[in-house]
């Protein structure tokens, strides 16, 4: 028997390539599960005792949390990245680490082909593909579901057929889960005017009461949360989502333009990335200049485009990377945050490196750092060009 790599999280889709790798196309399958944040020691040992029920060979978890934070997450808060200034990326950055994570695998047992579960009109059919292409470049890659065009309804009956117990009816959406947000697809998300019912969000709103937090950076990046220091920042996202995601904050759909051209929907749950990005943004605004923040907003937006289409291979992606780090220099401090039943409030911020201080003047009040004369000769050389335009054309207006 020809050895698999599965790409495994124990639901409906990958169930379902489980069971019909094995039984209809006689592979040895090797489930594997790459863990980015998204599941709790009782949901794991759920999915192990599922996927031995499947007759698949092995059954493998690959624990990511910490390198996905170290190569990507950390770089989509420096660069305060939301695509389509809506989503944070949630599912789409922690794909490209679960498929290079599977390629090595599938090198270090010798497998000769994988296989994962994404359908033929989305994106993760594209990331996937392209991190084997370029790591195990003469591996097989199966896709069941792309491949046989199947429907939700479909896998469910399929599943049905051969006595695999699970809960379709919350199969019924779609539900990618990991530190950095979780993405809910379902029939709603594929029209144009729905929106996802209360039942579908992962986290149901219990909190009604507002209250405030502080989150502390260092160097850009999450240190700390009401006090606490975290020695790693994976625990200190995990404490804001705790935090956070009890009063439904961060819920929202997705609308944006999909690798393979049409247009996509997808409704996500991201707490801890919304605040986290929105308070380091407020962070960054009071202690980069003016043009930091302009070059880096540029730059940071091609690179969440470019990772959000499977391109983090690409060198060019380490070049910005570096540019992002360097621009966190002095991008540390505390920001106030008031959490209220879906919505939260940037309060402010408190930091040593804040360049609003007051020593040199309070905007719209008073100036420290020059005179009335300086601004009048500053402010005609400013439009000096604008004037002589308008001079010369004067005329011809």
Not at 98 to 114: D, F, H, N, T
Not at 134 to 147: F, G, K, L, M, S
Not at 332 to 340: A, E, H, K, N, P
Request: aromatic content about 10%.
């Amino acid at each position: 028997m020809k050895k698999i790599v599965l790409a495994y999280s124990g639901g409906l889709d990958t169930t379902f390539c489980a069971l019909h790798l094995s039984k209809e196309l006689g592979y040895e399958v090797h489930a594997v599960l790459v863990n980015t944040g998204g599941f709790s020691t009782e949901e794991l040992k759920t999915i192990e005792e599922r996927a031995g029920s499947l007759g698949i060979a092995s059954f493998k978890v690959l624990d990511v949390v910490e390198t996905y934070y170290q190569e990507v997450i950390k770089y989509l808060i420096f660069g305060n990245v939301l695509k389509n200034q809506t989503y944070p990326l949630s599912v789409s950055a922690e794909r490209i680490l679960q498929a290079k994570s599977l390629a090595e695998y599938a090198k270090s047992i010798g497998a000769k082909s994988v296989a994962h579960g994404s359908t033929g009109a989305g994106n993760d059919q594209v990331r996937f593909d392209m991190i084997f292409q370029t790591i195990v470049p003469d591996i097989e890659i199966i896709t069941p579901i792309r491949d046989l065009k199947l429907s939700r309804q479909e896998e469910i009956d399929y599943l049905k057929k051969h006595g695999v117990s699970m809960n379709f009816e919350k199969a019924a959406y779609s539900i990618n889960k990991g530190i950095w947000g979780t993405s809910v697809g379902g029939k709603e998300t594929l029209t144009s005017s729905d929106y996802l019912p209360e039942s579908a969000w992962p986290t149901q709103v219990t909190e009604t009461e507002a209250k405030e937090i502080t989150i502390t950076f260092e160097k850009g990046e999450l240190v700390g949360v009401n006090g606490k220091t975290y020695e790693h920042a994976t625990d200190a996202i995990l404490e804001v989502q705790a935090l956070a995601a009890p009063y439904g904050i961060g819920r929202d759909i997705h609308v944006g333009d999909t690798i393979i051209g049409i247009k996509g929907r997808v409704g996500f749950e991201a707490a801890a990335p919304l605040v986290i990005i929105k308070g380091h943004q407020l962070l960054e605004k009071h202690t980069l200049t003016k043009w930091q923040m302009f070059w880096k907003n540029q730059q940071a937006e091609f690179y969440g485009n470019h990772l959000h289409e499977g391109h983090y291979l690409d060198p060019v992606m380490r070049n910005l990377e570096a540019f992002l780090q360097s621009t966190q220099e002095f991008v540390s401090g505390t920001v106030r945050v008031l959490l209220q039943p879906y919505r939260f409030t940037l309060l402010g911020i408190i930091s040593d490196h804040d360049l609003m201080s007051n020593k040199f003047g309070s905007y719209g009040e008073m100036n420290k750092g020059y005179t009335a004369e300086d601004v009048k000769g500053f402010t005609r050389i400013l439009g000096n060009q604008t004037a002589i335009f308008h001079k010369v054309n004067g005329e011809n207006e």
